[in-house]
């Protein structure tokens, strides 16, 4: 089993900066891709960035120029630095990880509000 817990979550106004972190334990044998996906009220869980291994990434269109994800393998760390935040940004913020099987995160808040 892989255990995942999302901190750094939290309410920011527009425009502001959140930097998310996510921690891996458990019976890890390799890691592979480790990302981020968010899901907002009322609509569907969707792809934020992903970053490989070997440290290539992916992110959606809405928020690249953004947020740069990042990890550090020798912890089984990811993080989402978030900048220039927008309402729209608001969700729960799920890190995800692949090490065999795919295992989530239980989610952390973001909410971008004047």
């Known amino acids: 089993q892989v255990q995942l817990v999302e901190s750094g979550g939290g309410s920011v106004q527009p425009g502001g900066s959140l930097r998310l972190s996510c921690a891996a334990s458990?019976?890890?044998?390799?890691?592979?891709?480790m990302g981020w996906y968010r899901q907002a009220p009322g609509k569907q869980r969707e792809l934020v960035a992903v970053i490989t291994s070997g440290g290539s990434t992916v992110s959606a269109d809405s928020v690249k120029g953004r947020f740069t994800i990042s990890r550090e393998n020798a912890k089984n760390m990811v993080y989402l630095q978030m900048n220039s935040l927008k309402p729209e940004d608001t969700a729960v913020y799920y890190c995800?990880?692949?090490?065999?099987?795919?295992?989530w995160g239980q989610g952390t808040q973001v909410i971008v509000s004047s």
């Open positions: 995800r990880v692949t090490s065999g099987l795919v295992y």
């Open positions: 458990g019976s890890i044998s390799s890691i592979n891709t």
